[in-house]
């Protein structure tokens, strides 16, 4: 059974900065998915950004050019550095990964989500 441990939430000031670190157990990392999402109280569960295996990645819009993402196979992490943070950037963070099939299905491990709070 695969593994994620999340660190670095944390309460931070508007306009303030914090990193989000992903460490990976018993999952295939150099050939999984790996991403981060977030769920604000009463809300559904959205991506926030993600990387493929060779370091591609997707930014949701409403962190584009705040959140960068970032991997590193040899240690088997995925980080998460956010800029510019807004109190709606509120939520916890759970990092996730998928490893893909030929036939299109994926097995999925997600971590137990770390909380972030902007608030002055």
């Known amino acids: 059974q695969g593994e994620l441990v999340e660190s670095g939430g944390g309460l931070v000031q508007p306009g303030g900065s914090l990193g989000l670190s992903c460490a990976a157990a018993?999952?295939?990392?150099?050939?999984?998915?790996m991403g981060w999402y977030r769920q604000a109280p009463g809300k559904e569960r959205d991506l926030v950004a993600a990387i493929s295996p060779d370091g591609r990645t997707n930014l949701a819009d409403r962190v584009k050019g705040r959140f960068t993402i970032s991997r590193d196979n040899a240690l088997n992490t995925v980080n998460l550095h956010m800029n510019s943070l807004k109190p709606e950037d509120t939520a916890v963070y759970y990092c996730n990964s998928r490893v893909y099939y030929s036939d299109g299905t994926y097995t999925e491990v997600w971590g137990q989500g770390t909380q972030v709070i902007v608030s002055s």
């Open positions: 018993r999952i295939a990392f150099g050939i999984a998915t």
